[in-house]
Structure formats: C-alpha cells, structure tokens
C-alpha cells in the first residue's frame, strides 16, 4: 500500500489550502479507511479528519471547528483535505493515513496501519 500526499505549502493567516492524497496497493476486495493526521512544532500527532471507503462516512478531530473538510474521489482513489481560515496553531506537518481490512471500516481513524511521507503546512500570521 501507498500513500502520495501533496499541496502543503506557505499561507497567510486566512487563506485556504487543499491537501490531496493518493493511494494505491490495496488487497482487492479490501474496505478502506484513510484520512489525515497531523503533527504541530512540539506537539504530539493528532487526528484531523477520516473517511470510509464504504459509505463515505466521515469523522473530524478536536482541531475542526468547522474549517476542515475531508472528501475522496473514488475513481481516483485519492482524498482531500480542504482547510479553510488557516491559523498559525494549524502549521505542521499533515499525514496522510490508512487502514484496511476485509470488515467494513467507520469512525475515527484510530491507530492508523500506515503513514504517509506527510506534507508541511505553514502558516504565518
């Protein structure tokens, strides 16, 4: 299984970015579960969001306060996270996250099977 996660970059303190994640490798006939962490300066690595591969269901960390949101293409097999009225406290590194399995996966992304290579994200005020 991979995981390519791209769009980090600079941002000023309101501005919006779009991270995307593609993945791949899959076993057939597996459900997935892929979603986004991330890692502040200092901080441990938290929860931002999650999707399932079955039914598009989502699930959002403490950090959301309604500015993230994840969504996926299934014919590209790749999600995004959209992340609006950016926040220096939001500068970090995002991962890109999954898990997989032959049973329908829901719900948070709890301790996810594999980690992307992560994209920084920074924002300055």
């Known amino acids: 299984v991979q995981l390519q996660a791209s769009g980090g970059g600079w941002v000023q303190s309101g501005g919006s970015l779009r991270l995307s994640c593609a993945a791949s490798g899959f076993p057939q006939n597996s459900y997935q579960r892929l979603g986004w962490y991330r890692q502040a300066p200092g901080k441990e690595r938290e929860e931002v969001a999650c999707?399932?591969?079955?039914?598009?269901?989502?699930t959002y960390g403490r950090s959301n306060q309604g500015r993230f949101t994840i969504s996926r293409d299934v014919a590209k097999n790749t999600i995004y996270l959209q992340v609006n009225n950016l926040r220096p406290e939001d500068t970090g590194v995002y991962y890109c996250v999954a898990d997989w399995s032959y049973y329908e996966l829901k719900g948070p992304c709890v301790a996810p099977r594999l980690y992307g290579q992560g994209t920084l994200v920074t924002v300055s005020s």
């Open positions: 999707i399932s591969s079955s039914d598009g269901s989502t």
